[in-house]
């Protein structure tokens, strides 16, 4: 594991880019125009589960974030220690409440929807995966997260958007790859203008991908 030169901060991510939480923080650092450099880990070889690694990311996860020998995991703590620490819009709303409830979206994407996942994996928008039946299970967890974009469009302007904004517009891209017809036309609406913008294409386009799982 080849360590960075002193002072530079370095984003340490999949090798086959597809992890959402990876996403964000690669978002995060683009939209905040913050300098980076990107390594990548190959989590099917095990090389997050090296001594060395766990020494530094306990959890055996990315993303991570190294600033000189400072290492962070946990995409919501690296997510938040860049907002806080960066000149370039507020990610997170200033405003306590908005704050708390783009905290509680960010905690729901995280906590629930397993099923969603699990039956719309994130490896297919990249490369094809083997089918699998929708469960009532997944039918409930993708009507909550409609619901979710349907009361964030009630109550905020849209622009710009938040780190929730871009974690529900990530969770929604599933849907709309695998099922398109389900998403209501305002989701989609929502769903388009976040993933179309060029911190997230950047990353959707990336050459570093493999071309085959
Ligand atoms: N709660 C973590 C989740 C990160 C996570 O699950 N990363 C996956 C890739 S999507 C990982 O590193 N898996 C490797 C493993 O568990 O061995 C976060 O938000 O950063």
Redesign the pocket.
């Known amino acids: 594991m080849a360590l960075p030169e002193k002072g530079t901060r370095v984003l340490w991510v999949?090798s086959r880019l597809?992890?959402?939480?990876?996403l964000l923080i690669w978002v995060v650092l683009r939209e905040k125009k913050i300098p980076y450099e990107l390594r990548r880990v190959d989590?099917k070889a095990g090389e997050?589960?090296t001594p060395e690694y766990l020494s530094r990311a306990p959890?055996?996860?990315?993303?991570v974030l190294q600033e000189a020998d400072t290492w962070l995991?946990?995409?919501?703590a690296?997510a938040e220690y860049l907002d806080e620490t960066s000149d370039g819009p507020r990610l997170l709303p200033a405003d306590p409440l908005a704050r708390a409830r783009d905290r509680e979206v960010l905690s729901y994407l995280?906590s629930d929807f397993s099923e969603l996942r699990r039956c719309m994996p994130f490896e297919g928008l990249f490369w094809s995966q083997p089918a699998v039946t929708m469960t009532p299970k997944a039918d409930v967890e993708i009507a909550r997260v409609f619901d979710l974009v349907h009361k964030r469009l009630a109550a905020k302007a849209p622009e710009p958007p938040t780190l929730a904004d871009f974690e529900l517009a990530f969770m929604v891209r599933r849907v709309l790859h695998y099922d398109p017809k389900r998403v209501p036309a305002d989701v989609v609406e929502f769903s388009e203008r976040i993933w179309s913008r060029p911190s997230v294409q950047s990353w959707v386009t990336s050459e570093l991908r493999p071309a085959h799982e």
């Open positions: 999949d597809c992890s959402p939480w990876a989590l997050n589960r959890s055996g996860k990315i993303p995991s946990e995409s919501l690296i995280r």
